[in-house]
């Protein structure tokens, strides 16, 4: 396969912006967690992100059966320290 200069630059760039970003992302997600941990406990920090996840993306939360059956005998739901359940990032409209 032969590969003009042209398309060869433009993979570099695709490449190193998709490197740049995700960079960037790593950044943002260890101020995250440590902004969370100093204001928050770490469990509180999980239900944060957690919750925060499920709000992006409705339903992408699953709560684990243990976690449904205290949601409804105890007198304060979730009171679980951290979510056990699963988190799915698929599109759950798709499906």
């Known amino acids: ?9 433009r993979l ?11 960079y960037e992302i ?3 997600s260890e101020n995250l967690a ?3 941990s100093s204001e928050w406990s770490k469990e509180e ?19 684990s059966e243990e976690e449904k059956e205290e949601f409804m005998t105890e007198p304060f739901p979730g009171s679980r320290k951290i979510p056990v359940g699963s988190l799915s990032w698929r599109d759950r409209e798709s499906n």
Do not use: C, F, W
Request: net charge neutral; no cysteine; hydrophobic share 40%.
């Open 45 to 63: 920090a999980y239900k944060i992100i957690v919750y925060a996840a499920d709000i992006l993306n409705p339903g992408s939360y699953s709560p």
């Open 34 to 36: 440590s902004t969370l």
């Open 1 to 9: 396969m032969k590969v003009s200069q042209k398309m060869l630059k």
């Open 26 to 28: 790593l950044q943002a």
């Open 12 to 22: 570099i760039k695709e490449v190193y912006e998709d490197s740049e970003r995700e």
